[in-house]
């Protein structure tokens, strides 16, 4: 089975920094993209990054570009998002899904077929 464990939200300043991991088992890792999304209270659920698990490719979207830098590390089956310069409005639930039929392009959003449970951000101004 497709096992995905996100981990590393907590509370921070905005101005500060957090890491995620999200932990892969049960697939190929080199085979599908990884994916961030968050969702907010009363927000859609947005795709924030993702990266392709054949070269390292990565895609943002525009409003974390420059402050947001996913990775990957491949013998530990875990992708990671580094975030910096942390505004309150990144604060919500940020999931890592995986797609199944995608590696690259990895933002087409929409083909995100398994999920792990959220991890909470909160970013205090």
């Known amino acids: 089975d497709v096992q995905l464990q996100a981990s590393g939200g907590g509370l921070v300043q905005a101005g500060g920094s957090l890491r995620l991991s999200c932990a892969a088992s049960g697939f190929t890792f080199a085979d599908h993209a990884i994916g961030w999304f968050r969702q907010a209270p009363g927000k859609e659920r947005e795709g924030v990054s993702c990266?392709?698990?054949?070269?390292?490719?990565?895609s943002y979207v525009d409003s974390v570009k420059g402050r947001f830098d996913i990775s990957r590390d491949k013998d530990k089956n875990t992708v990671y998002l580094q975030m910096n310069s942390l505004k309150p409005e990144d604060s919500a639930v940020y999931y890592c899904a995986t797609a199944t039929f995608m590696d690259w392009p990895c933002n087409i959003w929409e083909y995100y077929d398994s999920w792990g449970q959220g991890t909470q951000l909160t970013v205090s101004s």
């Open positions: 990266i392709s698990s054949s070269d390292g490719s990565t």
